[in-house]
């Protein structure tokens, strides 16, 4: 990292601002370039502009290339410009075929410009008299594939890479005045395979341009700095930094000083000089107490000075920033410091909605990564992608532990990368790729290569799934080591299988009544390192038909666009905030278990959601609590996500959700710290009230210390519920006084009661005895019709999650909706508490109900209780609707309501629920259904 640079401007006059001869200097290259396109013949070995020499002279226009773009585009409607603004791409310049509109849903995102192809760029760059001789550098921060450099029609290097600045050496004995300069940038070249979200091509998302900076960097030609890097060791409080030189030290006149301060502060805390007699160099420092160590808590940085002095005169210095931390592993922990951690991590999957490309400025990454803080998240996984430079330094100011990833196969960026970046303590962790079951003899020996080349980080081979059988430093899977007898033959240690499978099986939430003593112990056995697990969540929710417009810049969400479309119509746009209300509200739920379930883990390494915000690609992905701009859905508030998502997280562990009036409620109460400090003889206290604000039951757990790095058990509660007599929503708070720690878990208590046989006055009919219904409805009689999947003409599976990840995508899923939308103050919840969406009272009716299809019926028939459908499909889904029929009133159900009432408490008192409402006189419904409509809701 420079400490000075030169803004020079490509105008003339040249200014120059006073500059110590000891600085690296640097020329930005920010501006208009010109640009010709040379995109065609992807597989020859040479491009046109190579065989043509377009190097040698000013790059010809678009235009007198016109017969090769029009090849090219394959006579798509396109524009083609002769300028482009760098840093930036072609979209952004307004170069590439038109988007065409397709109409069905495709795969994400879509640009509304797309060029793919190699591209050549030029402008003129005045060196200044001050570098004369000099060596000079062409950076390029960002691009796809490789570039080619030519210095005044000289072919001068070339380089190739995707997750890593291109420095391309232009000349060793700079001369002054005005020179050409001119790249090809070519990604039709394919050294090495790479897929993943580093060119993300598969999901609509790829750019195509140079982004970051651009500048012309100068050095002293006869011996320079090429690379610093710095190795804290905070046991003995001591760093060894090593140094690469180009050129020839020139014997003993050639003195390297080396001095360390805190970063923020003036004063430099101690300097060492060096005599030089190689290519590299190294020393061991001490650093002066107190050490400022780096953490999530305190990320507290060092900066380290390199100074290069020749007969006593300043030649060059560089600066870089560092940060005093050890990052290993103790058992099945990962420690910072020594300290356990445990990671509450988010995947980025390169997802930046108005450009296509990464942020590129650290105050950008800021704002991204102080969201993430204040959700309670440490750590950040790149999917198959490394952020650039900024995204480092604005993590290492806000203390989250990255985790980078390669995605080209034979992973030919590794090296570079750990030089690139690895300096930065942010850069905690390395995978080589994801999901690549490739536990082989390659990936160890890569492994090890890795550890060897940059012991400062820990590596695995890949992001999913567990091999035992691999010499990774951590883990990050699916599954753990439990065996099961069903694929991948090890139970999960998310909430669902990897792969989604049917979702109605495969997840446990469907399988098990709603409890929180789920834990992931079993599935740690025989592990011996930590174990992170992958991609927890994926629930689906419903997308917010209001951020459309904000998609305003290279790309475009026709998506969203034709799911805006197609609920107009289905007569259901009305309703589109609701639906993404309601189920996003149920989406969180999953969430909130899924993150506490692996809390509740002794030993466990942590968790990477998919994701925190949302994510447009593999045919529409919303799973986020944020949207595809960082901004809150309304589901979450920040300071209410980290009660369950942050270093100390109270627990409790309840065999169920739902209870009787007069059962003992009970629960065992747990304090995960992973706070950097032991919290000392705290007294934790609970309260157990309803809603309405009426105490259950009040009290303070033991004294207890709880050390730092893992889970501590306070025992567990009684409480009677012997004073509730009406139906309740109550809520269990734990809290410790005087902090800010507090977690809260909802409960529902149910008056214990005899299935609720129907009045005289309403008549109750199983959905197979529709016309014993339509004779009852002809008397005028109230109806209450019990449908099942036997008796509906159409309907879908149900279920009580949402989809996994999206439809499209995981279509082997049975059930294809996104839970529930109901109106709480609708008079048939009279006993009933609710809120507008699916909540865990709601898990046994929606277990075994049926959402029937509406769409024959007229949109005057608005279901009480709807099922919120796929937005892939929009369809009217209800579980309850009401209208007048015949002469009578009728209500049709296709939840169960008959069987085993007694051991289903939340089915027996929606039973009672309604039965009093069907018995009142609130029951006027409006629409109307006549006996042809039944029929096509219910088989005769």
């Not at 400490?3 to 500059?19: D, K, M």
């Not at 890097?229 to 180009?246: E, L």
């Not at 899924?594 to 949302?614: K, N």
Request: proline share 6%; aromatic share 10%; with cysteine.
């Amino acid at each position: 990292m420079t400490t000075l640079r030169l803004r020079l401007f490509q105008a003339l006059p040249l200014f120059l601002f006073p500059l110590s001869a000891s600085a690296q200097e640097t020329l930005p290259l920010d501006g208009q370039w010109r640009i010709t396109l040379d995109g065609n013949y992807r597989d020859w070995p040479v491009k046109i502009g190579i065989s043509e020499k377009w190097y040698a002279r000013r790059l010809p226009s678009n235009d007198s290339v016109a017969l090769l773009n029009r090849l090219y585009f394959r006579n798509l409607p396109f524009r083609v410009k002769d300028e482009i603004h760098l840093p930036g791409t072609t979209d952004e310049a307004g170069i590439g075929s038109l988007l065409q509109e397709s109409p069905v849903l495709t795969s994400g995102l879509e640009r509304r410009l797309r060029y793919d192809g190699a591209f050549w760029v030029q402008r003129e760059v005045t060196v200044p008299e001050s570098w004369r001789g000099r060596r000079l550098t062409l950076f390029l921060e960002r691009l796809q594939g490789a570039s080619q450099a030519f210095w005044d029609g000289v072919p001068v290097s070339s380089e190739y890479g995707y997750g890593h600045p291109h420095s391309l050496f232009i000349t060793g004995n700079a001369v002054p005045g005005v020179h050409r300069l001119t790249v090809l940038v070519n990604p039709d070249d394919s050294r090495y395979s790479q897929y993943g979200h580093h060119v993300v091509t598969s999901i609509g998302m790829l750019w195509n341009g140079i982004i970051g900076k651009i500048e012309l960097q100068s050095q002293p030609a006869d011996f320079c700095i090429q690379s610093v890097q710095v190795y804290p060791d905070i046991r003995k409080n001591q760093i060894t930094f090593r140094a690469g030189f180009a050129g020839k030290p020139g014997g003993s006149e050639t003195v390297v000083t080396v001095s360390l301060r805190k970063k923020g502060e003036e004063a430099w805390l101690l300097s060492r000089s060096f005599p030089v007699t190689s290519d590299s160099l190294s020393g061991t420092l001490s650093v002066p107490e107190p050490v400022r160590y780096w953490s999530e808590f305190s990320p507290g940085l060092y900066e380290l000075r390199t100074v290069i002095r020749r007969n006593g005169t300043e030649t060059e210095e560089r600066i870089l920033t560092f940060g005093m931390r050890e990052i290993g592993t103790n058992g099945r922990q990962i420690t910072l410091n020594g300290i356990p951690v445990f990671l509450r991590g988010t995947v980025d999957c390169n997802m930046f909605p108005l450009t296509g490309y990464t942020f590129m400025d650290k105050a950008s990454w800021l704002k991204q990564f102080r969201i993430y803080r204040e959700y309670g998240l440490n750590h950040v996984r790149f999917h198959t992608w490394c952020p650039p430079e900024a995204a480092f330094e604005a993590a290492d100011e806000t203390g989250l532990i990255l985790q980078p990833e390669l995605c080209g196969i034979p992973y030919a960026e590794l090296n570079r990368i750990l030089d690139t970046y690895g300096n930065h303590p942010s850069f905690g962790m390395l995978s080589l790729n994801n999901e690549a079951f490739t536990h082989n003899v390659e990936t160890r020996r890569l492994t090890g290569q890795a550890r060897q080349r940059d012991p400062r980080h820990l590596v695995a081979c890949t992001s999913n799934p567990l091999s035992l059988t691999c010499t990774d430093d951590f883990y990050i899977s699916a599954w753990g080591n439990d065996p099961s007898p069903d694929w991948p033959f090890f139970n999960p240690i998310v909430g669902i299988t990897w792969g989604g499978g049917d979702v109605i099986s495969a997840s446990r939430f469907n399988r098990t009544q709603p409890a929180t003593t789920h834990d992931y112990r079993a599935g740690l056995k025989d592990v011996k390192a930590p174990l992170i697990a992958h991609e927890i969540g994926q629930w689906a929710s419903f997308p917010r038909m209001e951020d459309n417009a904000k998609f305003n810049g290279t790309l475009r969400n026709t998506n969203g666009e034709r799911i805006e479309k197609m609920l107009k119509e289905n007569g259901l746009f009305p309703l589109a905030g609701s639906f993404s209300l309601a189920s996003g509200k149920l989406a969180a739920l999953l969430y909130k278990e899924e993150i506490e379930s692996a809390f509740r883990t002794p030993g466990f390494g942590g968790f990477q959601l998919l994701g925190l915000a949302d994510y447009q690609n593999q045919w529409i992905s919303i799973v986020g609590i944020l949207n595809d701009f960082g901004e809150s859905k309304g589901l979450v508030s920040p300071e209410i996500h980290r009660e369950y998502c942050g270093p100390v997280v109270p627990l409790a562990r309840l065999p169920k959700r739902v209870w009787t009036a007069g059962e003992t409620f009970s629960f065992g109460a747990e304090i995960a710290n992973y706070s950097d400090q032991t919290l000392k003889e705290i007294q934790p206290e609970w309260t157990f009230t309803t809603r309405t604000g009426k105490q259950i039951g009040t009290g303070k757990l033991p004294v207890t210390t709880v050390p730092a790095g893992g889970l501590t058990s306070f025992g567990s509660v009684q409480i009677s519920t012997g004073s509730v007599t009406d139906a309740v929503q109550a809520e269990l708070v734990i809290s410790v006084p005087g902090t800010l720690i507090r977690n809260s878990w909802s409960c529902w208590i149910y008056p214990k009661a005899e299935p609720v046989s129907a009045k005289p006055k309403v008549a109750v009919f199983k959905g197979t005895e529709l016309n014993q219904a339509l004779e009852a409805l002809q008397n005028g009689e109230t109806v209450l019709l019990l449908a099942d999947r036997r008796s509906l003409v159409n309907f879908r599976d149900s279920c009580f999650t949402p989809v996994f990840w999206n439809s499209t995508f995981k279509w082997p899923q049975k059930a294809h909706t996104l839970g529930i939308l109901v109106d709480p103050d609708h008079p048939a919840f009279r006993t009933f508490p609710t809120a507008f969406h699916s909540d865990w009272q709601w898990w046994d009716l929606v277990m075994n109900g049926w959402p029937m299809s509406l769409s024959a019926l007229q949109p005057s028939v608005q279901p009480v209780i709807r099922a919120i459908d796929t937005y892939t499909l929009n369809t009217p889904l209800g579980y309850l609707i009401e209208a007048k029929a015949g002469n009578g009133k009728l209500m049709i159900c296709s939840f169960d309501l008959t069987r085993d009432l007694e051991n289903r408490p939340a089915a027996r008192q929606l039973k009672s629920s309604l039965m009093r409402y069907l018995s009142g006189p609130e029951f006027t419904p409006s629409a109307t259904l006549s006996r042809d409509d039944l029929k096509k809701l219910i088989r005769e």
